[in-house]
């Protein structure tokens, strides 16, 4: 029985791969160097059984004031894109974490200037918040905490003390 | 409230399972954030010291209510849904005092605690904060930018 049913199911995958490649052109409204995908807050693209294009996405820090902003955007770019019915939904678990924010994103950070997130996964220094954070201009680890909160509260300012330039922070979670 | 969130992760809701978890990461950050800054403040200088054992006279009395309890708060605690908070108290009491000890403070003994908000009774307090709060849509009903 091949046939329809295989050309139905490429077919859905052509539909998912499209919205994917939409959906993750989304970039942050506050980080716009990075994309939703680049920090792990669009989880998945699916199709409902009515074959609405459904977007998984889970919220970054509680509160955060861009959460129903980015739902909006990429709702809008799966609409602008020809899927009109698309769907966003929020998915709680697992809980969001830094340590999902790619090796590509974190690397777009770095070169925009904010100092992505200790790895809390293989830091035993970041557990006790004293992580060493190394300077996104010069790379230099002599660094030292200004304040607890940067531009946003998901930021920290710090100073490079080699060359005298402040910085962001993203901190952990 | 680090080990009420801790316990609600085992709800048997879902929903707030996944809430709790979320906010058990978070929590655990606001507690070393603000314990940093009562033991600089506390331990400071005498001007700060002194800021502190006046916040912590005026504030002390709203810590009650972080342990009550209503009728809805009791029935999801037996539907399995929630935890009784009255649980963490002395936890709750060893974490505050761990602290403030550092910040050369001590929790002030009071007789009472204020009481009131789980049941709608708000002090004179609210009313400012609302109509502050709600100052633009009444203003300018029906209001949209």
């Not at chain 1, 939409?22 to 995908?37: F, S």
């Not at chain 1, 909006?72 to 020809?82: D, I, K, N, S």
């Not at chain 1, 200790?118 to 030292?144: I, W, Y």
């Not at chain 2, 935890?83 to 009472?112: C, I, M, R, S, Y």
Request: aromatic share 8%; proline share 4%.
């Amino acid at each position: 029985m091949t046939g329809i049913a295989d050309i139905k199911s490429s077919s859905q995958d052509a539909v998912k791969r499209e919205a994917w490649r939409v959906a993750t052109a989304v970039p942050d409204p506050e980080i716009p160097v990075v994309t939703v995908k680049d920090l792990g807050i669009l989880r998945s693209i699916d199709l409902a059984d009515d074959g609405v294009v459904v977007a998984s996405v889970t919220p970054t820090y509680s509160g955060c004031p861009a959460t129903r902003f980015i739902e909006q955007m990429v709702l809008e770019a799966l609409q602008q894109a020809g899927f009109e019915n698309a769907r966003v939904e929020t998915v709680l678990s697992p809980a969001w974490t830094t340590d999902g924010i790619s090796d590509a994103g974190r690397e777009k950070l770095r070169s925009f200037g904010i100092a992505p997130p200790q790895k809390t996964s293989n830091s035993k220094r970041a557990l006790f918040g004293e992580a060493m954070v190394n300077c996104p201009h010069c790379g230099a680890n002599d660094t030292e905490r200004v304040s607890e909160f940067g531009s946003t509260p998901c930021k920290a300012l710090y100073r490079c003390k080699t060359c005298k330039e402040p910085f962001d922070y993203f901190k952990c979670l | 409230m680090v080990p009420f969130w801790r316990e609600m992760e085992k709800s048997s809701d879902k929903t707030l399972a996944a809430i709790a978890a979320k906010a058990s990461k978070e929590v655990a950050y606001h507690l070393r954030h603000t314990s940093e800054w009562v033991i600089r403040l506390g331990d400071g200088t005498d001007e700060s010291r002194e800021r502190m054992v006046e916040a912590l006279e005026d504030m002390v009395i709203y810590t009650g209510e972080l342990f009550e309890k209503d009728a809805i708060a009791l029935a999801a605690v037996d539907a399995g849904y929630a935890v009784d908070a009255a649980a963490f108290q002395d936890e709750w009491n060893h974490t505050v005092n761990t602290v403030l000890k550092e910040a050369t403070l001590e929790l002030p003994e009071v007789g009472h605690m204020q009481s009131g908000g789980r049941t709608g009774r708000h002090s004179e307090h609210l009313g400012h904060i609302l109509s502050e709060l709600q100052y633009m849509q009444r203003a300018y009903p029906g209001m949209s930018w």
